[in-house]
């Protein structure tokens, strides 16, 4: 089992590489550094990508470790967007694990005079992606998150009203962060699955700095990961892509 898992910057990937107790290996491919990890006793193999913040750095770099592991001759079997995140109260309370069963981009359309009409709306592109359904339950088993919509922004939310108009619109959301659907495009387009996990550090809604919890959500993003590889080990990746 080979996994890529993409964050958005350092902390967060080396929180994720704290849940193994086999050190990292820097292992360089063309437009982008990785850091591999190969936990004791499985065969799978984990490569950490500290990708960008922002969905096209992140669709990028996670497009250019995709190509460049193919070109290898050793693909990816899944590919798995992680991170801290804002959580839509009171469904993910801060310090909570949010597991994605749509990865959903909340700003990607046009702005009408009857509202917001998303791309598809306009009548091309995509929206969502779904990660494979039986993964999602397996990991949320072990983990115990929650599941529900990760939503990705360009701009993170900072006001109740506009929490308010995304709940609207997405009453499935749990979490919003700023990479999720382009790290799931970047998968779709090489027909590999994703995941999108997110720990949850804040609200969602007016910033309070004083309120953010960073150091608990990335433990917590720590203690995920230690019980995730025997579950993607143990997964048959020929679960259908949605």
């Not at 050190?23 to 437009?31: C, F, K, L, N, Q």
Request: glycine fraction near 12%; charge should be negative.
């Amino acid at each position: 089992m080979r996994v890529l898992v993409t964050t958005a910057v350092p902390v967060e990937r080396d929180a994720v590489a704290a849940a193994y107790t086999a050190p990292a290996r820097e292992h360089p491919v063309p437009g982008a550094a990785l850091s591999r990890v190969t936990p004791t006793g499985l065969s799978a193999v984990c490569d950490l990508l500290a990708g960008g913040v922002g969905p096209a750095a992140a669709a990028a770099s996670t497009a250019a470790a995709l190509t460049a592991a193919t070109l290898t001759g050793a693909p990816y079997d899944l590919v798995v967007s992680t991170g801290i995140g804002g959580g839509f109260q009171p469904g993910a309370p801060v310090g909570s694990l949010v597991l994605a069963d749509e990865i959903t981009v909340a700003d990607l359309g046009a702005e009408t005079p009857d509202g917001f009409t998303p791309v598809t709306g306009l009548g091309f592109g995509v929206v969502t992606h779904r990660p494979p359904e039986s993964l999602v339950r397996e990991i949320a088993d072990v983990t115990g998150a929650r599941t529900g919509t990760v939503l990705t922004v360009s701009t993170v939310t900072g006001s109740a009203a506009r929490a308010a108009e995304l709940r609207r619109r997405h009453p499935r959301a749990l979490a919003e962060a700023m990479e999720g659907f382009g790290v799931a495009e970047a998968a779709a387009a090489h027909g590999v699955p994703v995941l999108e996990i997110r720990a949850v550090s804040n609200p969602v809604g007016p910033r309070d700095r004083a309120a953010w919890r960073i150091g608990d959500a990335l433990a917590a993003l720590t203690g995920a990961f230690g019980k995730l590889t025997p579950v993607l080990e143990s997964w048959n990746p020929h679960d259908p892509i949605h």
